[in-house]
T-cell receptor, first 111, second 116 residues
Framework: TQLLEQSPQFLSIQEGENLTVYCNSSSVFSSLQWYRQEPGEGPVLLVTVVTGGEVKKLKRLTFQFGDARKDSSLHITAAQPGDTGLYLCAGENSSASKIIFGSGTRLSIRP | KAGVTQTPRYLIKTRGQQVTLSCSPISGHRSVSWYQQTPGQGLQFLFEYFSETQRNKGNFPGRFSGRQFSNSRSEMNVSTLELGDSALYLC???????????????FGQGTRLTVV
């Protein structure tokens, strides 16, 4: 069974600080997505990484796919209260036509 | 381009009743997946439909069922509702290339089901 572990589960930091969220698995994924979800809403796709070692930037967010395509990280620079939410990673196993979701990291940014 | 549309947004049912939730995928997306999200269990995969056929299924009891229509719209049904079925039910659509590969999923806003 493929599993995606996210860490930390909860994170509360001060506005302006930097943070990193991790998504790890023992399985190889053909691609990996990061989503952000606000309470009562559906997850919103932030980015997809496909190539091992790939780095993508979205304003203050930097996403990296591990060289072996088993793990990923999300780094936020100078966090803002608007970054608050549940961050989910999801790995795609194209051979099994499945998407596996991580358990999520709940991020809270204090003003 | 319209996003994924789920109806209704909110629903309150009593134990023992049944419920049907609807999902209209993004135009051109042929794969629809359903998820149950609760604070304790996170995002749990229910099932996936493609070309009106169930392609993948999660570990949920037979009370949970679904179907997909020829226009790719999907419905999910839960019979004999239990208190523990209270959750946010999310639908996600994606392009599923004929080779079987699946691209990223785009989610609807979800249906908040409360069973009392």
């Amino acid at each position: 069974t493929q599993l995606l572990e996210q860490s930390p589960q909860f994170l509360s930091i001060q506005e302006g600080e930097n943070l990193t969220v991790y998504c790890n698995s023992s399985s190889v994924f053909s691609s990996l997505q990061w989503y952000r979800q606000e309470p009562g809403e559906g997850p919103v796709l932030l980015v997809t990484v496909v190539t091992g070692g790939e780095v993508k930037k979205l304003k203050r967010l930097t996403f990296q796919f591990g060289d072996a395509r088993k793990d990923s990280s999300l780094h936020i620079t100078a966090a803002q209260p608007g970054d608050t939410g549940l961050y989910l990673c999801a790995g795609e196993n194209s051979s099994a036509s499945k998407i596996i979701f991580g358990s999520g990291t709940r991020l809270s940014i204090r003003p | 381009k319209a996003g994924v549309t789920q109806t209704p947004r909110y629903l309150i049912k009593t134990r023992g009743q049944q419920v049907t939730l609807s999902c209209s995928p993004i135009s051109g997306h042929r794969s629809v997946s359903w998820y149950q999200q609760t604070p304790g269990q996170g995002l749990q995969f229910l099932f996936e439909y493609f070309s009106e056929t169930q392609r993948n299924k999660g570990n949920f009891p037979g009370r949970f069922s679904g179907r997909q229509f020829s226009n790719s719209r999907s419905e999910m049904n839960v019979s004999t509702l239990e208190l523990g079925d209270s959750a946010l039910y999310l639908c996600a659509s994606s392009i599923r290339r004929d080779s079987g590969e699946k691209a990223e999923a785009f989610f609807g806003q979800g249906t908040r089901l409360t069973v009392v």
